[in-house]
């Protein structure tokens, strides 16, 4: 979509950037080939490689960046590294969780050369194999429920289960196809996964594989030939085995779980929609489009969530449009925008309620290597913005909802 954001650039000398020290400022704007143009709300940091997810630490000042290569700890109101710590291995998606009781990072990663999906325990300097050999590939977006993390593996399809204290495998339970997000209670009882290919298929459904491999999965399709279903599964912790499946819209990704208020949302990728569960009767009891714009439009794409501490206020990342859907949750519609870097993939609320920090996969645009003449596609520049929460003034000022008219071509 075209959009009214320019990004910002101060000038700074030329320099190549290096993955020691993220900096403020860019030399300049970088080529997003969407033809969007973006500013980005809040203070940045700006970094080399792709930046896969973020977290707030011990305190609203401190954030945990993962990126391609490396975690950052970061104060964010100095932009000073605490510590930067490589992986070696490839990053799951939102693959980072700030683990209180340890007082550490949790990240999900494909171990390299090997492929073998691992849990790193990030801190002191160090990240240290947690738990090995979970599954294979590409790991999701891990969460925490009580002293127990859980793992989905895609492209296993099936969830890991660890327990934090002995740093042990407790089992692995068998999901819908292509398991990315999960959420857990603070007992370690349930967790729930998002299931991006859906269900499993039946006898007479229509469907096509998800590769070129001849095990590759088979997932439900429509005459288009495009996935179908999307579910979540709900997983009890304890028998290691799915209670429920519960049918949501397309292309499931982040899920939040508001314990205290009974409810699960669910970002719908491919339908820019949420859904949101009733825990007590585990089934959808309400659809939220994300429709922000004065015309309809496709190619929203919500990514990740956060929510206020109060539960008033849902947070939705949405990749198509370089922005945060403010949701209010009990009216069902979206408030505002808030402007992000390029293709927000993470969000988290810090404790207090006071900060949103976002990262952004692809960030500023891409850059040149070498020299500032030579610019390269994957010169990646991802990102990490921290906001202050905005009150409906400030909300109204970034971004008008309802009043912008999108040009159709750019869709």
């Known amino acids: 979509m075209h959009s009214r954001f320019a990004l910002l650039v101060t000038t700074v000398a030329l320099a190549a950037q290096t993955t020691q020290q993220p900096v403020r400022s860019v030399t300049d704007p970088g080529v997003v080939t969407t033809r969007q143009s973006i500013t980005p709300a809040g203070v940045p940091s700006v970094f080399q490689g792709r930046v896969y997810g973020v977290t707030f630490g011990s305190s609203s000042s401190e954030v945990w960046v993962l990126g391609a290569s490396h975690v950052y700890r970061m104060d964010w109101k100095t932009n000073r590294v605490l510590e930067r710590v490589a992986i070696q291995g490839a990053p799951?998606?939102?693959g980072i969780r700030y683990h209180e009781a340890g007082r550490r990072a949790l990240v999900a990663?494909?171990?390299q050369p090997s492929r073998k999906v691992g849990l790193l325990s990030v801190g002191d300097?160090?990240?240290?194999?947690?738990?090995?050999?979970l599954g294979t590939q590409i790991a999701g977006a891990l969460a925490i429920a009580g002293n127990t993390a859980v793992v989905p593996l895609i492209y296993n399809n099936q969830l890991a289960v660890v327990d934090l204290d002995a740093g042990t495998v407790k089992g692995t339970v068998p999901t819908g196809i292509a398991p990315f997000g999960?959420?857990?209670?603070k007992a370690g009882k349930v967790a729930y996964v998002t299931n991006w290919g859906g269900r499993a298929p039946l006898p007479n459904d229509l469907t096509a594989p998800t590769g070129y491999a001849k095990d590759a999965d088979r997932v439900v399709v429509d005459s288009r030939g495009i996935a179908a279903t999307g579910t979540v599964s709900r997983v009890d912790l304890s028998s290691f085995s799915v209670t429920h499946?519960?049918?949501?819209e397309l292309h499931p990704t982040a899920i939040l779980w508001d314990e205290p208020r009974h409810r699960l949302y669910v970002a719908n990728g491919n339908k820019d929609s949420i859904s949101v569960i009733d825990d007590r009767q585990n089934r959808v009891v309400q659809t939220?489009?994300?429709?922000?714009?004065?015309v309809k439009v496709s190619g929203v794409a919500p990514t990740a969530l956060a929510i206020s501490p109060d539960g008033a206020l849902l947070y939705t990342a949405c990749g198509g449009i370089n922005a945060i859907a403010v949701v209010n949750t009990a009216k069902g519609?979206?408030?505002g925008l808030i402007p992000t870097a390029w293709y927000p993939n993470g969000l988290a609320v810090s404790a207090d309620g006071k900060y949103i920090a976002v990262s952004s996969l692809l960030g500023a645009g891409s850059g040149w290597r070498e020299a500032p003449a030579k610019?390269?596609?994957?010169?990646?520049?991802?990102?990490?913005?921290?906001?202050?929460?905005p009150d409906a003034a400030q909300l109204a000022s970034y971004f008008p909802a309802q009043k912008c008219q999108p040009n159709a071509e750019d869709f």
């Open 92 to 94: 799951g998606l939102q």
């Open 109 to 111: 990663a494909a171990v």
């Open 125 to 133: 300097g160090l990240a240290k194999p947690l738990a090995v050999n």
């Open 182 to 185: 999960a959420a857990g209670d």
């Open 245 to 248: 499946t519960i049918p949501v």
């Open 288 to 294: 939220i489009s994300l429709q922000p714009f004065g």
């Open 333 to 335: 519609g979206v408030e």
């Open 375 to 389: 610019r390269y596609v994957h010169a990646y520049r991802g990102s990490v913005s921290v906001i202050d929460a």
